[in-house]
T-cell receptor
Framework: NAGVTQTPKFQVLKTGQSMTLQCAQD?????MSWYRQDPGMGLRLIHY???????DQGEVPNGYNVSRSTTEDFPLRLLSAAPSQTSVYFC??????????????FGEGSRLTVL | GNSVTQMEGPVTLSEEAFLTINCTYT??????LFWYVQYPGEGLQLLLK?????DKGSNKGFEATYRKETTSFHLEKGSVQVSDSAVYFC????????????FGTGTRLQVTL
């Protein structure tokens, strides 16, 4: 019962490097989203997708790109990493059942450090 | 815009003590309200939810009631256990935004023997 799978779990980058955080879900959920978790700030929405081919910006999208070519996958790309992007990143998925009552299912997180 | 305010932690309790974690919100319309729990080294998981005013969500001995008149959704448990030690997040989703939650800053609970 995989649910939402994120890779890698840990990553250290140098300023200016690029990387992709992978996210896959096997629950056939339409909605997927990326959050970052920082101390004292809770979780903040970066980007989200309501279906394959459709993405939109969340609260803190700058410095990140996403695409949604399949229902299962929703990678998050950092084109030029900055120390301010040091954080724990969570991918989540949900099904739009009952309108706005869908439960989010989270991955285990990816801890990124940018030096 | 939507916002969620939680009491700051950490909250330290002895086993079998009563727990209350306060949560208030600001939102337009009729949001759904959630409590998520994050155990050490894990992602968040849904603890309970309420979708309309006066609804009570409950799970694993935890309860929270959706109070529209006070815009609150306080989490309570009558007798905490060491295994309840975790970070608790209050969250809301606005109408038609099932994929987007607004989270509070989280409250760390530490339960000791």
């Amino acid at each position: 019962n995989a649910g939402v799978t994120q890779t890698p779990k840990f990553q250290v980058l140098k300023t200016g490097q690029s990387m992709t955080l992978q996210c896959a879900q096997d629950m056939n959920h339409e909605y997927m989203s990326w959050y970052r978790q920082d101390p004292g700030m809770g979780l903040r929405l970066i980007h989200y997708s309501v279906g394959a081919g459709i993405t939109d910006q969340g609260e803190v999208p700058n410095g990140y790109n996403v695409s949604r070519s399949t229902t299962e996958d929703f990678p998050l790309r950092l084109l030029s990493a900055a120390p301010s992007q040091t954080s724990v990143y969570f991918c989540a998925s949900s099904s739009p059942s009952g309108g706005h009552t869908g439960e989010l299912f989270f991955g285990e997180g990816s801890r990124l450090t940018v030096l | 815009g939507n916002s969620v305010t939680q009491m700051e932690g950490p909250v330290t309790l002895s086993e079998e003590a009563f727990l209350t974690i306060n949560c208030t919100y600001t939102a337009t319309g009729y949001p759904s309200l959630f409590w998520y729990v994050q155990y050490p080294g894990e992602g968040l998981q849904l603890l309970l939810k309420a979708t309309k005013a006066d609804d009570k969500g409950s799970n694993k001995g935890f309860e929270a009631t959706y109070r529209k008149e006070t815009t609150s959704f306080h989490l309570e448990k009558g007798s905490v256990q060491v295994s309840d030690s975790a970070v608790y997040f209050c969250a809301l989703s606005g109408s038609g935004t099932a994929s987007k939650l607004t989270f509070g800053t989280g409250t760390r609970l530490q339960v000791t023997l």
